[in-house]
């Protein structure tokens, strides 16, 4: 037994004098060669090919009016009413909320009267001397003078600059529209002339023909429908429908008769005459569209000058007589008048103030709109700048989309975009990116943007405000670039790479990624067109 025990110890001593002779230090340890790997495995490959790529931004928005205004009130106050409500249209000048403001129209209506007491002490001053009432009418000379000296001026001018554009549109306008009446005139009496000719016969006959099948199908409604109930609403329907075909019928058959009637010396006079009458229209067109094109005759400006000039003098001597009926006037009286007068001004801006006071407690729509939101009822207390009613014009559409930061960062106004509507599934319509948020520090409510705003050609009357538009914004496009797939890319900490295949063997090589997709990526440097990779 100690024999064996023996034997073992000294088999273990030797087996780790062994261990310990081959032991390598880690400095001593060989670089190991690279050894290429095998293409063995059945991973998808793909070849490195040239095209175009695109980044872009995906998102939704939605359709809104272009332009779209918060309306708030400017000061604190207890709601009265709102009196619009979602989605209703409004025109220009239609009350949309107001405040509640106490006596302030009885404040208002006091004032109004206050003005007139003062108005009425100026007038009887005036009339209680001679001199004053002759200083009034100098002073209304004076103002008639200036009127007519700048009215003189004003056509000089007009007659010295030549004719406008839009007076020689409206005047080549009357010529067109002089020339196709007559046209017709002489049409109409060329027809009563030579008659009917066939075709316009049958089309008459077919007319008649028409009002008859349309009278025969309403008659059978009729009849299915008042055989239930003769006094039910829907057989008066169906009876006013039959009425309704018999005159169509008569109609039709008067034309008839008409188309197959000769015309009678009478018809031809009167055509005759409406032919004329618009030969003498066309000419005063054509002579009015000449003189306008050829603008004023020297005659015409040389006038207008002595207007001026005579306009001109007359103002002087208005002015001078009012100096002169002013020296006449006493002074104790003028300043009597003078006094009452700012009375008058007084009076008039006690009233403005109150007026405007009324006019901040309501809400009044500036432009027709949809009500698109409204904030608050009845007996409400409201914050000055805080929003109450939210207008749109819907006549001129935009889409308006919130971005996340990184992607706001990556759009730009000019930008093409793409999109689809819940109204016209599957047509795409172009549009472009026109603003994007630019919100001073600090902007809040009415005054802080938040979307960016995006055009759009208008695929029909389909899309209304609030509609879902599904957007593919257009960030940048590289064309004629190496291209593979997104899945063939690989990358480990800072490193990006991919393998690829040479002679059998798959190897790494590390590349410059570019513009993503869904899909692809661009390779700016590290592969070479026509290179095999393999996917992760």
Known sequence: MKARMVRFLLVAMLGLLVVAGCEVLPEELPT????????????????????SIVSVIKTLGRVAAQREEKFFFRQDGRLKGIYVTYNQKVKKGDLLA???????????????????????????????????????????????????????????AELQAGPSTDELKADEAAVASAQE??????????????????????????????????????????????????????????????????NGVDVAQARLDAVLKPATPEDIKLAEDSLASAQATLAAAQAKLAKTKAGATPGEIAAAQKEVESAQQALASA?????????????????????????????????????????????????????????????????????????????????????????????????????????????????????LPKNEPGATGAAEQKSVRISFESPGPGVKLDDT????????????????????????????FVQVVEDGRKREIDVKPGLRDEENVEIESGLKEGQVVVEK
């Open 319 to 435: 002015q001078a007589k009012y100096e002169e009926t002013k020296t006449k006037v006493e002074p104790s009286t003028n300043e009597d008048l003078q006094i009452l007068e700012k009375e008058v001004e007084k009076a008039k801006l006690s009233l403005q103030a109150l007026q405007k006071q009324a006019d901040d407690a309501k809400l009044v729509a500036p432009f027709d709109g949809v009500v698109v939101g409204t904030n608050g009822r009845a007996g409400d207390l409201v914050q000055s700048y805080s929003e109450v009613v939210t207008l749109a014009d819907p006549s001129s559409l935009e889409v308006r989309a919130d971005l996340t930061p990184v992607d706001l960062a990556r759009c730009a106004p000019g930008q093409d975009v793409t999109m689809t509507f819940d109204s016209y599934p599957g047509r795409q319509v172009k549009g472009k990116v026109i603003e």
């Open 181 to 246: 009446n007559l046209t017709a005139a002489q049409a109409k009496l060329d027809r009563l002339k030579k008659g009917a000719t066939p075709e316009d016969i049958r089309a008459a006959q077919l007319a008649v023909e028409s009002a008859k099948a349309s009278l025969h199908s309403v008659q059978v409604r009729r009849d299915a429908v008042c055989g239930a109930n003769n006094n039910g609403n829907e057989c008066k329907s169906a009876q006013a429908d039959v009425q309704a075909a018999i």
């Open 469 to 496: 538009a599904s957007l593919t914004i257009v960030v940048e496009r590289h064309d004629n670039v190496l291209l593979i797939p997104l899945t063939t890319l690989r990358s480990f900490g800072d490193r990006v």
């Open 32 to 51: 190991p060669t690279a050894i290429p790997v095998q293409l063995g495995s059945k991973k998808p490959t793909y070849q490195v090919k040239r095209g």
């Open 98 to 156: 107001d405040l509640e403001t106490g006596p302030l129209e009885t404040q208002i209506a006091q004032a109004k009267v206050d003005v007139e007491i003062a108005q009425l002490r100026v007038e009887a001053e005036k009339s209680a001397s001679p001199e004053l009432a002759s200083l009034k009418q100098a002073e209304a000379d004076v103002s008639s003078a200036e009127a007519r000296l700048e009215s003189a001026k004003v056509k000089l």
